[in-house]
């Protein structure tokens, strides 16, 4: 799978998470998960925040776009 967003992949592996806990910290399909992650679906504004405040990290450390 590409990946959209590294640093937030990134991020969820620091912490021991992988998709299946962005899932349930959203209330999304893992489906749902892998095409946000690779770009096919955009996140929403209020799934973002909650990625972020969860992470403690801003938007601009967890969804900057891969150049690749």
Known sequence: MIVKFPELV?????SGENQASLSKLLGL???AISRRLSGKVEFTKTEIDI???H????YEQLFK???K
Do not use: G, L, N, V
């Open 10 to 14: 990134a991020e969820m592996a620091r």
């Open 29 to 31: 399909p893992i489906s």
């Open 51 to 53: 990625i972020c405040e």
């Open 55 to 58: 992470y403690s990290k801003t």
């Open 65 to 67: 776009e891969s150049t």
